[in-house]
């Protein structure tokens, strides 16, 4: 089965937590604190795979979730870091977020990998607040949170070169011609359903990848029939190969399909539509007058395109239309990713406020801000000593000038993360 998207939610692992502990041997009274940092959760990273060729492994499991930290232990102990969480992709793998729309990564080449969702940081243990003031700390951090999204992958075929036409021109048989692909091939419409790739030979260690991509109709810019489909993966190719039903055994004429094709492709990109197209009549030997191949090519020639015509079944005609699609790929530079520079990067936080009063309702008020979160996360609201490690880290942070400047009153409450106070001047 060819897929082409699919959605489903990613979660770095959890810092493992730090521990509170201190040193316990024989004939040493009172020893230290000794407890070890928990270790840092895994990573959810996104890695291109040229041996893959769908998205199908991620249809049906929604979640994927990195291993989380261990724990620290006492004797300095680290908790050991727990395992990136490698997810395979194949090349020309677009990822989004799902919920903003935002574009995260285009990744196309082998081995290119995308962090697309970062494990949490390990708290720090007791031996970590150990100082000359505070000779025995009795509360340690927890580990953070790893971090979660649900992204949306589209794979966009990597294709030299696209062929593209109408329904039933002859697509699919020209491919299996000169290539290894087998598409199913029959004689009607929508036959192929999705693109299938094929890698054509041309001997001297040279290739080429062409896509049989599903058949185009009118008003395919606005999603009709598989519009969408077939116009995203058009977007990847180098050269356009448009195929034309020279025969008129379905009575259309080729000239007015070629006009129709293009304009869909100027009306979804105006870029596509100026894409190097060359032109291929096939369906040749079923014509018994060759005015109609003349006509035709004549009238393409004045619009400035070469012309080919062939017979997919008899093979006619296939080799000059291969060698010439060679020559072409050889002067045609090869494009750089058109997204790279609209890509997302994780947000700088060095400009937002560290710590933000809000008002919720009447005289409650509520702590927010970036530093208070992130030590919310880490503080063990069971342990007194970590609870007042929390508002003495805020306090240094100016915590108490901030609620003095936004006009509380004697007795307001002022809540911080699960806890709730009451201010006094």
Do not use: C, W
């Not at 014509?287 to 015509?309: C, H, K, S, W």
């Not at 009063?357 to 979160?373: A, F, N, P």
């Amino acid at each position: 089965m060819f897929l082409d998207e699919v959605v489903f939610t990613v979660k770095g692992g959890d810092g493992g937590d730090g521990v509170v502990s201190f040193r316990r041997e024989k004939y040493i009274d009172k020893g230290g604190p000794d407890g070890g940092d928990g270790g840092d959760g895994g990573s959810v990273i996104l890695q291109v795979d040229e041996g893959l060729s769908t998205l199908t492994d991620y249809r049906y499991q929604k979640l994927r979730v990195a291993e989380k930290g261990r724990n620290g232990a006492g004797s300095n102990m680290h908790g050991r870091n727990g395992n990136d969480l490698i997810l395979r992709v194949p090349p020309g793998t677009i990822v989004y977020d799902a919920d903003s729309g935002d574009l995260l990564a285009d990744l196309v080449e082998e081995g290119q990998e995308f962090v697309v969702a970062q494990g949490g940081k390990g708290g720090r243990g007791n031996a970590r607040f150990k100082k000359s003031t505070r000779q025995v700390p009795r509360y340690a951090e927890k580990g953070l949170p790893g971090e979660s999204r649900t992204i949306r992958l589209e794979l966009k075929l990597l294709a030299d070169v696209g062929l593209i036409g109408f329904p039933n021109v002859g697509k699919s048989t020209l491919i299996s011609v000169v290539s290894e692909a087998r598409p199913k091939i029959a004689s009607y419409h929508f036959t192929t359903l999705t693109p299938v790739l094929g890698v054509v030979n041309i001997g001297d260690y040279k290739s080429f990848v062409m896509a049989d991509i599903p058949g185009l109709i009118e008003g395919a810019h606005q999603g009709v029939g598989l519009g969408f489909e077939f116009l995203k993966h058009v977007e990847r190719t180098r050269l356009l190969v448009h195929v034309l039903d020279v025969s008129g055994i379905e009575g259309r004429d080729p000239l007015e399909d070629f006009r129709l094709i293009n304009n869909e492709l100027e009306q979804y990109n105006k870029e596509l539509a100026e894409r190097p197209q060359i032109v291929a009549l096939n369906k040749i030997d079923l014509l018994a007058d060759q005015e109609q191949i003349v006509r035709v090519t004549e009238e393409l020639n004045n619009m400035g395109y070469e012309v080919f015509p062939i017979s997919a079944v008899s093979k006619k005609g296939i080799k000059e239309l291969i060698y010439r699609i060679a020559d072409l790929l050889d002067e045609l530079p090869i494009p750089e990713s058109p997204v790279e520079e609209k890509l997302v990067f994780r947000p700088d936080f060095k400009g937002e406020k560290e710590i933000e009063v809000k008002r919720l309702d009447g005289d409650l008020y509520e702590v927010t801000g970036r530093l208070v979160e992130e030590n919310i996360q880490k503080t063990d609201f069971t342990n007194e000593a970590a609870v007042k490690r929390l508002l003495r880290v805020l306090q240094h942070h100016g915590l108490y000038d901030i609620l003095r400047k936004s006009n509380l009153k004697e007795g307001d409450t002022v809540q911080i993360g699960p806890m709730a106070f009451e201010y006094l001047e």
